[in-house]
């Protein structure tokens, strides 16, 4: 499907005063292309806030996106896209959630690491080896999945964001949890990897799940 197919939906959509504007999801892969070239970008709507983008087989994301400033929620899932124009992601400095997953990304890609409001991101099931220190700049950030990726360490910097809630890191491949604490971390999962050691500071006060089945942990460093 052509890029721009899907952003000619959009038109449709809001040509007709879609009582529904705050979100749209992109089902229809019949669209003619020709009705982009007559009307142009002046019917994309910047106060769209909710944009689903899943599973249409992209490759990579439409520049159009750069359009929707108001934009708080993004789903990018099951597609194959590698890399994103940093630009335009960059652009969409009032998002919220961002969901990545299954796709076909290696690293996370700086520009996420620009994206000061984003509370939720969800980048599973992606060929991700290892996450970047500047993951700390994603301050509040509350939920985080990496879960199912080729992981195998995660930064000290992580412990940075002070308000993550939710930090999903299983079926991966971590053989060491770096030494940081997340005072507000209520769910931990870290099933199914390798890890050996895994250190009490990661048990915060306020955890309430914490997954560590399938591992070969042998010893909980500085026990409380």
Wanted: glycine share 2%; hydrophobic share 40%.
């Amino acid at each position: 499907m052509k890029i721009k197919n899907i952003f000619i939906l959009i038109i449709i959509i809001l040509s007709f005063n879609c009582s529904n504007k705050d979100l749209i999801k992109f089902n229809d892969k019949k669209i003619n292309k020709k009705i982009m070239k007559k009307y142009g970008k002046k019917y994309l709507n910047n106060n769209i806030k909710e944009l689903d983008l899943s599973n249409l087989g992209l490759f990579v994301i439409p520049k159009e996106l750069q359009f929707f400033t108001n934009l708080e929620t993004l789903d990018l899932s099951s597609n194959n896209i590698s890399d994103f124009d940093n630009q335009i992601i960059r652009s969409l400095t009032n998002l919220k959630s961002l969901n990545i997953s299954n796709n076909k990304f290696s690293n996370l890609p700086d520009s996420i690491f620009a994206l000061k409001n984003l509370t939720k991101l969800d980048a599973s099931n992606n060929n991700l080896i290892d996450i970047s220190k500047d993951i700390q700049n994603l301050t509040n950030l509350t939920e985080l999945y990496l879960t199912k990726n080729k992981i195998t360490f995660i930064p000290d910097e992580i412990g940075f964001i002070n308000k993550l809630r939710i930090l999903d890191l299983s079926y991966n491949e971590i053989t060491e949890v770096g030494d940081f604490s997340l005072s507000n971390l209520q769910f931990l999962n870290i099933e199914h990897n390798k890890i050996q050691i895994l250190s009490a500071s990661l048990l915060s006060k306020d955890l309430i799940i914490l997954k560590a089945n399938n591992n070969k942990i042998k010893v909980i460093d500085d026990m409380i």
